[in-house]
């Protein structure tokens, strides 16, 4: 069956432009996490969705960023005006609930800001 | 909020040695998930651990749950150089819904 897919997986951007990263998480999972990963480094995380509830955005970096979950599927990760230190991979992870679940990693986009 | 530390940061292990990594909380714990990652790769789920003293084996894997469900840990028998990668704890704390990972232990295997 089909993973949780991240696109694009490459994405080299000038600073100051605005970038759209988008998650498609395995069908019927009503969690979703993303993640930030630089180089060698650990996950950290950005915000999480769990099903119709509001969600925890309490490690957005800066009001630069932002996320949104339509129709509890698909979602979006934004980042207006980047900067270099954005430059990460950016991970996203789904499960089937909150609790007890496994989560399924995509593959993450890896964003270059020059 | 609630921290999740994972010790050691580094592991350089020669090959057919064996080695643990822990993972502590200062909160108690719901459950531990443990995933793996290799170097260029996403993080893989491995197991979960629920009750107070659990033990799980995956071949030369060894994972266990604190009695108090504050601690965990990972032992590897028999190190391959299969093993390379960042393993990682993710735990929910009782009470919470969230899953937090620790820093992860970087293992490299010397041959």
């Known amino acids: 069956g089909a993973g949780v897919s991240q696109s694009p997986s490459n994405k080299v951007t000038e600073k100051g432009k605005d970038v759209e990263l988008r998650c498609d998480p395995i069908s019927g999972h009503t969690a979703l996490y993303w993640y930030r990963q630089s180089l060698g480094q650990g996950l950290e995380f950005l915000i999480y969705f769990q099903g119709n509830s509001a969600p925890d955005k309490s490690g957005l970096p800066s009001d630069r960023f932002s996320a949104e979950r339509t129709g509890g599927s698909v979602s979006t990760l934004t980042i207006q005006r980047t900067q270099q230190e954005d430059s990460a991979v950016y991970l996203c992870a789904s499960s089937y609930s909150s609790y007890n679940s496994p989560l399924h990693f995509g593959n993450g986009t890896r964003l270059t800001v020059t | 909020g609630q921290q999740v530390m994972q010790i050691p940061q580094y592991q350089h292990v020669q090959e057919g040695e064996d080695f643990t990594t822990y993972c502590n909380s200062s909160?108690?714990?719901?459950?531990i998930q443990w995933y793996k990652q290799r170097p260029g790769g996403h993080p893989v789920f491995l197991i979960q651990?629920?009750?107070?003293?659990e033990v799980k084996k995956q071949k030369r894997l060894t994972f266990q749950f604190g009695e108090a469900k504050k601690n965990s840990s990972l032992h590897i028998t028999a190190t391959q150089t299969t093993d390379v990668g960042t393993y990682f704890c993710?735990?929910?704390?009782?009470?919470?819904?969230?899953?937090?990972f620790g820093g992860g232990t970087r293992v490299l295997v010397k041959p």
């Open positions: 651990l629920v009750k107070s003293g």
């Open positions: 909160t108690t714990l719901s459950n």
């Open positions: 993710a735990a929910i704390k009782a009470a919470g819904n969230k899953l937090t």
